[in-house]
Antibody
Framework: QVQLQQSGPGLVKPSQTLSLTCAIS??????????WNWIRQSPSRGLEWLGM?????????NYAVSVKNRIIINPDTSKNQFSLQLNSVTPEDTAVYYC??????????WGQGTLVTVSS | DIQLTQSPSSVSASVGDRVTITCRAS??????VAWYQQKPGEAPKLLIN???SLQNGVPSRFSGSGSGTDFTLTISGLQPEDFATYYC??????????FGGGTKVEIK
């Protein structure tokens, strides 16, 4: 059974960096048949895919255009986890952030969600 | 980018009712359409993928259909545990995933 456990702060100041980590159990971050995603949800933007990382002979990352200039998703094979870094946050980045496993172009496992509030 | 419009945005129904939710895409989708159920305070749960393929453990009262730009999720015989918000999702431009705005199924 795949489980995703998120960790990271729930409060970030404007202009600073949002950092979250997702620890994977029951699967491998290096699995070539799945993708590891970050998705957020807010009342104003709904469910919004942010980006993914996937290993297929080498590491591939893809990011949403809306955050492309300020997002980094990194795999950590030594800890079997992946992380989200979102720079220069504003109050519009306030949302529940989910890490999630993608399979067959859908999301079959989700983390528990982290409410991140951007406020001074 | 493809936009997904769900209708209705909310529906009131009774236990035992048949509920149909529509997801309309702004352009044709090849068939990578999924449906999720979300309850308050929880992450979404995948119900159906590839338009009509039911995930393991999902009751057979849930079904999906459609093609082109119009897709539907049908709940045949609504149960108390089905009151939730439902989202469609497409992956025509994979790895980009796009979600609909959601349909809240409420108790009548």
């Amino acid at each position: 059974q795949v489980q995703l456990q998120q960790s990271g702060p729930g409060l970030v100041k404007p202009s600073q960096t949002l950092s979250l980590t997702c620890a994977i159990s029951g699967d491998s971050v290096s699995s070539s048949s799945v993708a590891w995603n970050w998705i957020r949800q807010s009342p104003s933007r709904g469910l919004e895919w942010l980006g993914m990382t996937q290993y297929s002979s080498k590491w591939y990352n893809n990011y949403a255009v809306s955050v492309k200039n300020r997002i980094i998703i990194n795999p950590d094979t030594s800890k079997n986890q992946f992380s989200l870094q979102l720079n220069s946050v504003t109050p519009e980045d306030t949302a529940v952030y989910y890490c999630a496993r993608g399979s067959w172009r859908a999301v079959d496992y989700w983390g528990q969600g982290t409410l991140v509030t951007v406020s001074s | 980018d493809i936009q997904l419009t769900q209708s209705p945005s909310s529906v009131s129904a009774s236990v035992g009712d048949r509920v149909t939710i529509t997801c309309r895409a702004s352009q044709g989708i090849a068939g990578w359409v999924a449906w999720y159920q979300q309850k308050p305070g929880e992450a979404p749960k995948l119900l159906i993928n590839r338009v009509s393929s039911l995930q393991n453990g999902v009751p057979s009262r849930f079904s999906g259909s459609g093609s082109g730009t119009d897709f539907t999720l049908t709940i045949s015989g609504l149960q108390p545990e089905d009151f939730a918000t439902y989202y469609c999702q497409e992956a025509n431009s994979f790895p980009l995933l796009t979600f609909g705005g959601g349909t809240k199924v409420e108790i009548k």
